[in-house]
């Protein structure tokens, strides 16, 4: 992959961040600091789930009968995503209730702490292999399959962020409502470990796997514009 094509690709991965930051009101009351906050809390949030994978994963890389049991490795990565997946919404909640300024918007919070945890995962998981891989003169699709998958991860993580912030950040909403939000939210923060293990358990290839990707956060999308809309006519208590 030339050089080119890594700039390419590293612009498809990440100007489409800055420009949400540039589109919405997020540029106009200056609230990339929480953004970078949030980032600093998704960096420790990354930290805290490799030493707890360490701590209570079985190790079956060196023991081939286990390895080659895909009967273990799907409860392996069942039990890798609830980690992972609980370890991301406490970090989130973290991020919403005490890194984000108090006098911001309810809107803007939730979409500054969602760029934030975008950008700082697509940095995390793209900017050293797209480096790593510009030393190469060949093209490859998978380059751009995995820069497109950086736009699907910033809206379904801007979606788990307004689900969050319904939650814990808005009092008023119907009990009735609170059990779908919950799961929604838990689904939607398993789905990067789903896709992971429909890539490497399942053998889906990338541009499968993103398409799956891709229909799930639009569901998941619609199902919290509804949850949204319906918190938003929820009276306030008195």
């Known amino acids: 992959m030339t050089y080119f094509h890594f700039f390419n690709c590293a612009a498809l991965s990440f100007a489409p961040h800055v420009i949400f930051y540039k589109a919405t009101p997020l540029s106009e009351y200056g609230t ?6 949030a980032a600093l809390v998704f960096f420790a949030a990354m930290l ?18 286990l390895a080659a049991s895909s009967h273990l490795d799907a409860r392996q990565e069942a039990l890798r995503a609830v980690i992972g997946a609980g370890v991301d919404l406490a970090g989130m909640r973290y991020a919403l209730v005490h890194v984000s300024h108090r006098n911001m918007a309810f809107e803007h919070k939730f979409q500054a702490v969602g760029l934030g945890w975008a950008l700082a995962e697509s940095v995390s998981k793209r ?7 510009a030393g190469g003169m060949e093209f490859k699709w ?23 912030s319904l939650l814990w950040l808005r009092r008023s909403k119907p009990p009735a409502l609170v059990p779908l939000i919950y799961i929604t939210a838990a689904l939607l923060a398993a789905l990067p470990f789903s896709s992971s293990f429909l890539e490497h358990g399942l053998g889906w290839q990338q541009y499968e796997v993103a398409g799956a990707q891709l229909a799930a956060c639009t569901v998941a999308a619609i199902v919290t514009w509804r949850l949204f809309s319906a918190c938003s006519r929820q009276p306030s208590p008195a």
Do not use: C
């Not at 990339?32 to 906050?37: G, Y």
């Not at 995995?146 to 809206?155: F, H, K, P, Y």
């Open 32 to 37: 990339w600091t929480a953004s970078l906050k």
């Open 48 to 65: 805290l789930k490799m030493i707890l994978w360490a701590s209570l994963l079985p190790e079956s890389d060196h023991d081939p009968a």
């Open 127 to 133: 900017l050293v292999p797209l480096w790593v891989g």
């Open 142 to 164: 998978d380059f751009i399959v995995d820069a497109l998958s950086s736009n699907i991860e910033l809206v379904s993580t801007v979606t788990l962020a307004a689900l969050a």
